[in-house]
């Protein structure tokens, strides 16, 4: 069962999340977080006591996932099974944590100022562990030789693009939030070029679908 303090926190990081998301951490006022949890000023200091602690809390809340969708990479020794998985976990992330992810590639931009140290380490570490099996997965042949970490950084561009670039998604497919056939097709369209580009010459399945190199 949920205890009270545990439901007031969550209705302050829901909250939280969504304040940071549509004004940034300098913009955001405590205030206005309290009244779109609907509890007293007084619960959101007493359980995060700043402001500063509660967005670094907002950037933990988002750890776990990444790490979670960057462990599916490796868990298949093919790299056609662990990149689809990857992607879509990727995009299944953006779906589910809209804000929290916002929030996230928005303190990335800045640099990662406020990225708690325990944040860093944590992603350096996976991120590394990523490289290493894309570059596994290269010198063995079963991937093209091209550059792991720029791969990874082209992944996670791609799949980022639904929390960062909203305006410009809503006029491109006429509709404010996407849906979910919008995730589904960005997975299966992401996934697609990315294999595109770097499976050797082969056929696997895609989405369902047969393709060549």
């Known amino acids: 069962m949920t205890s009270i303090r545990q439901r007031n926190q969550r209705l302050i990081l829901a909250a939280a999340s969504e304040e940071f998301a549509a004004k940034g951490f300098d913009a955001t006022q405590t205030l206005d977080i ?18 500063e602690n509660l967005y670094a809390k907002v950037l933990l809340e988002f750890v776990e996932p990444l790490l979670e969708a960057s462990a599916v990479l490796r868990e298949s020794d093919d790299p056609v099974a662990g ?15 809209p804000h929290i992810a916002k929030v996230f590639s928005s303190e990335l931009l800045l640099g990662g100022r406020q990225l708690p140290e325990e944040c860093r380490d944590l992603l ?22 091209v550059d792991p970490e720029h791969l ?22 006429g509709r404010q939030v996407p849906d979910d056939g919008d995730f589904s097709q960005a997975a299966a369209t992401i996934t697609r070029l990315v294999l595109g580009g770097v499976v050797p010459e082969r056929v696997g399945a895609i ?6 190199t």
Not at 83 to 92: C, D, E, K, S
């Open 152 to 173: 990874m950084l082209f992944i996670w561009s791609a799949t980022r693009t639904y929390t960062n670039l909203g305006w410009q998604m809503a006029h491109i497919t």
């Open 207 to 212: 989405g369902g679908l047969l393709f060549a």
């Open 83 to 97: 990149l689809q998985a990857y992607i879509a976990a990727r995009i299944r992330i953006a779906r589910e944590h």
């Open 124 to 145: 350096y570490a996976e991120a590394q562990r990523n490289v290493e099996c894309l570059r596994s997965w290269i010198d063995r042949g079963l991937l093209a030789p």
């Open 34 to 51: 309290a009244l779109r949890a609907g509890l007293a000023k007084a619960n959101l200091y007493y359980y995060y006591q700043s402001k």
